[in-house]
């Protein structure tokens, strides 16, 4: 099956990453299966094959969904129980309306990208904030993209994310934040790229999770050489409102182990 044209062009973008993503199982894409969101009238869910093209409900291990479609109005995705993508992109190509995808009656976003490496979360279109409400399960590390080219778009992520000894990179020119009032319990390594621009008011990474509750359980990294980041600071934001003790402090009350910077 060919991809689509906006994943065609996103697939270039990642190449750009090089050796670590090829290392990661990129390379592999084009056996994986791609399937693409077809919008329809009222609120959607994911569990019917009349909302993708080709018509076929995307739930396996290693296969690609994109709600990438151009849509009228805001639209909400439920999930209506659990759903396994090994890479999911999302955003309005127009930049007109709000994609959110929800738990619906129940259930988490999967991701499970198999043999074919690191699975994938990415906004890939849009000046809007899409968000991801749903619980997120890992059962692979996880790539947070949001190279979108827009300052200041934002990809938010409300509903907790589980999954013991997985990772979750975040990377891209826009940013990712953590919100919500359940805290997330993957206790693997996060990594914060830097964005290549000195911008402090459009932090990678917020942790704006209801006071006390853990945004990041694990280690957290800021900067990697290999990839670009060279921890600056900019890149963690905990708005003050979080609390009236001190930056650091702040900081601290969302983490359960001391950030380091490389």
Known sequence: ????????????????????????????????AVYDFVPITGTPTWNSTVNWNPATVPNAAGVIANITSNITAATTVNLDG?????????????????????AGS?????????????????????????????PITLASNLNINTNVGTNGVRLNISGAITGNGYKVNIMGYSGVTFTGSTANTYDG??????????DSGTPT??????????????????????????????????????????????????????????
């Open 205 to 262: 990474l917020v942790l704006q999770k209801t006071d006390g509750v853990d945004a990041i359980k694990g280690n957290l990294q800021i900067g990697n050489a290999n990839m670009g980041g060279n921890g600056r600071a900019w890149s963690i934001s905990v708005p003050a409102t979080r609390s009236t003790t001190t930056p650091s402090s702040r900081l601290t009350r969302y983490l359960a182990t001391t950030p380091t910077s490389k």
């Open 189 to 198: 390594l996060t990594t914060v790229y830097g964005r290549g621009v000195d």
């Open 82 to 102: 659990a759903r396994t993508v090994g890479m999911l992109f999302i955003g309005d190509p127009t930049s007109s309306h709000v994609f959110t995808v929800a």
């Open 106 to 134: 129940g259930g988490s976003l999967v991701f499970d990208n198999s043999a074919y490496g690191y699975a994938l979360l990415s906004k890939t279109n849009g000046t809007q904030t899409d968000v991801i409400s749903a």
């Open 1 to 32: 099956m060919k991809p689509p044209l906006h994943f065609t062009r996103f697939f270039l973008q990642l190449l750009a990453f090089g050796t670590l993503l090829a290392c990661q199982g990129v390379s592999r894409l084009q056996a994986q």
